[in-house]
């Protein structure tokens, strides 16, 4: 077991200062379910419009719904949006997707934090232990389900995650959290300043240590976890724009995972720092353009299965032109990842290093009809070093049918260009290889079809509704070992319905809530011999649904329940299970706070995702919660 020291250290620290007489944090615990509605979206159109307008399956998770969650890391944020599925792997691991195909490598979803890309390159997938933020300075999180390769390119082919942070001007003065609970305890610190007359920063530290999962047998996994995250941002901007800056450095570390075999498996750990910078500018006759750099250098050694090191460098511009009762945005982007993969005790590369350069150009047309029907017709053309060019058409309608009420349809082509993981990885690292990558590895293709619903009939509630179909042709596949290769023998189609809602019937109460069903008919092609079939392509449940209910209980007081109802994973087989978490927080002044978070209050421990016997149950857990600001 991973021991208290981070927390009883940083509570030490902080309770001298909990006297102080402040300011209250800024948050949207005041805004109405009509304001919410008008919270402004960039990643539908990569410009602001207000949600109620996007024509497209998106959910947003407010700041203040993480804080009114008690989450303390980015992935269980996550769980907020309906229309994600998210399954926690281990303490630290966990497999998140929308509209299906979830596993831990899962790559047909584009992750963006301050429109910086998350995905290692050399396998197109979200390494989730390596991925989070102060949740504190977090403004939103843009949840689209559904395609968005025309602005975004490829990998963002199921959905598009886009994690915006509060500007720097927001977040002045200190703030201190400190975590504590059976399963993790944790500590942060942020403080935020002035650098001129027109400059803002602020610098952040967190820290965190996860305890041991069990399996069902009560047999304690070795994936307790310390993790340790610095960063800072600092904003100038003036009357026509600005321009912002960010970094950020992260460690972690697991337990000794002990042998296999002969073989020392050590310890996973891993590293990662980026730096970011962001400027925009408003010019004359109403058109603005945006450039963004960043750099990414990661490192995870991990013996099990393979050992990167990767540098990422990605440059992008955009420009938006209004002409009349068109507004055309039109842009271009570069990046470049070279990577030096070690192999472990089950995979290695071949070659070892690579360096990969992808280049995109894209052109968008968003054309007002009328006052009440709009059209938005794009394509993007990326080239990558595996398949050459990549076309990624879409068209979306959308017709306000009144002022609260929205009705659009799209169609859209999107792909999961390769990889180095379709194409260079081999198993076991030396020959005689019985797994290799496929060097005629195509990208994988969906043609995407949807309808959405989104209304307001009155004040109090507001709903979502979407319906999709896609084609897929080209899925990864597999032969029958030895000598087997990766190849694309697998089509066939998914198809599903989105729904949410938010219902406040008096001031102090908000309901809200949603469902997602899947449908999966996948095959494989003739003249295949993979003896897994679609199965290996994802484990999903063909539904879940979640309520959550916040309550002001009385002044300062406040009282929050959630709950989930997940299905069946088919396969490996995972139960369904229901979960039930709870949080009472208390304001003591407009300094201090203090809250307690009981998840899975009504269920010992349950299966997320894993095979059995040896996968991790995720157990019932109490978290308190101590936050000071000034």
Known sequence: MRSNTTAGIALWIMLPMAHATVAPENSLADLSLEELTNIAVTSVSRRPERVSDAAASVYVITGEDIRRSGATTLPEALRLAPNLQVARIDAGQYAISARGFNNAIGNKLLVLIDGRTVYAPFYSGVQWDQQDVMLDDVDRIEVISGPGGT???????????????RSASQTQGALAVVNGGNFENGASFRYGGSLGSSGRFRVYAKALQLQNTKTAG??????????????????????????????????AKSED?????????????????????????????????????????????????????????????????????????????????????????????????????????????????SDKVGVTVGARLERNDFTGTEALPSARLAWKLSNDQLLWAAASRAVRA????????????NPPYIIAGGPDFVSEVSNVYELGYRAQPVRELSFSVTAFYQQWDRLRSGQTPPNAQVQNMIDGNTSGLEAWFSWQPMPQWRLSGGMTSLH???????????????????????????LHSAFRLVDRHEFDVTVRRVAALPVPSVPAYNAVDLRYGWRINTAFSIALVVRNALDPAHAEFGTAPGRSEIGRSALLQLKWSS
């Open 151 to 165: 602005l975004w390119g490829t990998n963002a082919v199921n959905g598009v995650i886009n994690v915006v942070t």
């Open 520 to 546: 999966k008919d996948l095959r494989l092609k003739p003249g295949s011999t993979d003896p897994t079939g679609p199965s290996e392509l994802g484990n999903d449940p063909n539904y879940q649904w979640m």
């Open 418 to 429: 390769p990889s180095r993981l379709d194409r260079d990885i081999v198993l076991p690292p």
């Open 218 to 251: 009560d047999v304690s996994q070795p994936d307790g976890w310390d993790r340790t995250q610095a960063g800072f941002r600092a904003d100038w901007t003036d009357a026509n724009g600005g321009f912002m800056l960010q970094g950020n450095a992260f460690h």
């Open 257 to 369: 995972r002990g042998f296999f075999g002969p073989f020392a498996l050590g310890a996973l750990e891993v590293s990662e720092a980026n730096l970011l910078g962001q400027w925009t500018q408003r010019l004359a006759g109403g058109s603005d353009i945006r450039v963004q750099a960043y750099y990414d250098h990661s490192k995870r050694d991990d013996g099990v299965l393979y050992q990167p090191r990767e540098d990422v460098l990605d440059f992008e511009f955009q420009h938006g032109i209004p002409l009349g009762a068109h507004r055309v945005l039109w842009g271009a982007g570069y990046r470049r990842s070279h990577d030096d993969i070690r192999p472990g005790v089950f995979f290695g590369f071949i070659p070892a290093s690579s360096t990969q350069t992808w280049s995109s150009l894209f052109l968008q047309d968003e054309v007002k009809l």
